[in-house]
């Protein structure tokens, strides 16, 4: 099998500890020791979120996570506005009138963050919405919302704030009771340093309420249900239980070293990428880049598509490009997950070399160079978070 750098943002790079841990025998999620475990897995995920509210495990992607927030908290023909700023706004408005939901899209121009009076606004005129959906980081575009500004909004108003902070949870601080964030979902494959599969949610004493009453069919993601059964200790279903495992020594180091080390080397190689993209002559997308992916504008004349081709086939190099109305026009490097210093500076390398094999000469050799230089340099001062198991 080909050897990749792989700098996505998600799935990420995963520590040779945690790929170790998921090669362990098969354990039953009903033993006493999965089960101690697995609370222990619970109590540690309250500590991230930062939240003395229950933080729930689904087996699913984040995608799931966003259905649970929806389903335990509406009732058809509930009345929700939706933030659309990217890909995957589009997918929770979509999302939410799947199940009956009344919505408005508050439609911000990709690559821009929303503006505290739009939803200000929306909520005036909507005094019986009972839901603000946004993403903290929009992973399509790169931008980072100000989530605490409009948690101060949703504060004295009926609408439950509900944060997708899939690729935002662990890369950057969001004290979920501090901001009184009502609902806030993550997911394994990310700052966790994870496969895809698994999904974290958690609810405030305000949306718990928006539970008894939702009418929303559910099942699988009855959080209630849940709730029960991990008040008895054990979950409502079988658990991901190679994940799970994997979680609790994520957990356990991360915790151990403190979340800050692992926010300042993200938002480390965050820096390290804009600075020697610039220094390259290049744009950055996003009009408040997040820590945690970095989305790089193409240069006109060349197809961002066969750019990243290129970085896969000659460099071994792995990042996302653009979505839908962005489809060749972006490369999206990730900064979470077990990224070395060695690994930026070749994506780097990798990035302006295929440009200029698309266009000769559109990066001059000089030019990244000191991109390079100064990436590590930035780098240096802030090494990776090391697991020890």
Same mark, same amino acid.
Request: charged share 25%; hydrophobic share 45%; with cysteine.
């Given at each position: 099998?080909?050897? +990749?750098?792989?700098?996505?943002?998600?799935?990420?790079?995963?520590?040779?500890?945690?790929?170790?841990?998921?090669?362990?025998?098969?354990?039953?999620?009903?033993?006493?020791?999965?089960?101690?475990?697995?609370?222990?897995?619970?109590?540690?995920?309250?500590?991230?979120?930062?939240?003395?509210?229950?933080?729930?495990?689904?087996?699913?992607?984040?995608?799931?996570?966003?259905?649970?927030?929806?389903?335990?908290?509406?009732?058809?023909?509930?009345?929700?506005?939706?933030? =659309?700023?990217?890909?995957?706004?589009?997918?929770?408005?979509?999302?939410?009138? =799947? +199940?009956?939901?009344? =919505?408005?899209?508050?439609?911000?121009?990709?690559?821009?963050?929303? %503006?505290? /009076?739009?939803?200000?606004?929306?909520?005036?005129?909507?005094?019986?919405?009972?839901?603000?959906?946004?993403?903290?980081?929009?992973?399509?575009?790169?931008?980072?919302?100000?989530?605490?500004?409009?948690?101060?909004?949703?504060?004295?108003?009926?609408?439950?704030?509900?944060?997708?902070?899939?690729?935002?949870?662990?890369?950057?601080?969001?004290?979920?009771? /501090?901001?009184?964030?009502? =609902?806030?979902?993550? *997911?394994?494959?990310?700052?966790?340093?994870?496969?895809?599969?698994?999904?974290?949610?958690?609810?405030?004493?305000?949306?718990?309420?928006?539970?008894?009453?939702?009418?929303?069919?559910?099942? +699988?993601?009855?959080?209630?249900?849940?709730?029960?059964?991990? &008040?008895?200790?054990?979950?409502?279903?079988?658990?991901?239980?190679?994940?799970?495992?994997?979680?609790?020594?994520?957990?356990?180091?991360?915790?151990?070293?403190?979340?800050?080390?692992? +926010? &300042?080397?993200?938002?480390?190689?965050?820096?390290?990428?804009?600075?020697?993209?610039? /220094?390259?002559?290049? &744009?950055?997308?996003?009009?408040?880049?997040?820590?945690?992916?970095?989305?790089?504008?193409?240069?006109?004349?060349?197809?961002?598509?066969?750019?990243?081709?290129?970085?896969?086939?000659?460099?071994?190099?792995?990042?996302? *490009?653009?979505?839908?109305?962005?489809?060749?026009?972006?490369?999206?490097? *990730?900064?979470?997950?077990?990224?070395?210093?060695?690994?930026?500076?070749?994506?780097? %390398?990798?990035?302006?070399?295929?440009?200029?094999?698309?266009?000769?000469?559109?990066?001059?050799?000089?030019?990244?160079?000191?991109?390079?230089?100064?990436?590590?340099?930035?780098?240096?001062?802030?090494?990776?978070?090391?697991?020890?198991?």
């Amino acid at each position: 099998m080909k050897s +990749y750098t792989l700098m996505t943002p998600g799935p990420v790079p995963l520590p040779p500890e945690v790929l170790e841990i998921m090669a362990r025998p098969m354990e039953h999620h009903r033993t006493p020791e999965f089960v101690q475990l697995f609370n222990r897995v619970l109590a540690n995920l309250k500590k991230v979120f930062l939240t003395e509210e229950p933080v729930f495990i689904h087996t699913s992607t984040g995608s799931g996570g966003m259905e649970s927030a929806l389903v335990n908290c509406l009732s058809p023909g509930d009345e929700v506005i939706s933030i =659309v700023s990217g890909k995957f706004g589009e997918r929770w408005a979509d999302m939410a009138e =799947v +199940y009956g939901a009344k =919505v408005t899209r508050i439609e911000v121009p990709w690559g821009q963050v929303v %503006r505290r /009076e739009q939803v200000e606004d929306a909520l005036r005129k909507q005094p019986n919405a009972v839901a603000v959906l946004c993403q903290a980081c929009e992973t399509s575009t790169g931008v980072l919302h100000p989530i605490r500004e409009l948690a101060q909004l949703t504060k004295n108003h009926r609408a439950v704030l509900m944060v997708d902070a899939i690729t935002a949870m662990g890369a950057l601080p969001l004290p979920m009771d /501090e901001w009184g964030l009502d =609902v806030l979902i993550a *997911g394994s494959q990310k700052a966790f340093m994870l496969p895809t599969g698994l999904s974290f949610i958690s609810f405030s004493k305000k949306a718990w309420k928006l539970t008894e009453t939702s009418k929303c069919p559910k099942f +699988y993601f009855d959080i209630r249900a849940e709730r029960e059964a991990n &008040e008895n200790g054990e979950s409502l279903f079988s658990s991901a239980v190679t994940h799970v495992r994997a979680l609790d020594l994520v957990l356990e180091i991360f915790l151990g070293q403190g979340m800050h080390r692992v +926010y &300042e080397r993200i938002q480390a190689l965050s820096k390290a990428t804009i600075v020697a993209a610039r /220094e390259m002559g290049l &744009e950055i997308f996003s009009s408040t880049p997040s820590p945690s992916l970095t989305a790089i504008k193409i240069p006109d004349g060349i197809d961002g598509q066969k750019v990243r081709a290129e970085m896969e086939k000659s460099f071994a190099v792995i990042v996302m *490009g653009g979505q839908d109305q962005l489809k060749g026009k972006i490369i999206r490097i *990730g900064h979470m997950g077990a990224i070395r210093d060695e690994d930026l500076i070749a994506t780097l %390398r990798a990035l302006a070399g295929s440009i200029n094999k698309m266009k000769l000469g559109a990066i001059d050799d000089a030019k990244v160079e000191a991109a390079c230089t100064k990436a590590s340099g930035i780098l240096r001062e802030t090494p990776a978070v090391v697991l020890k198991t």
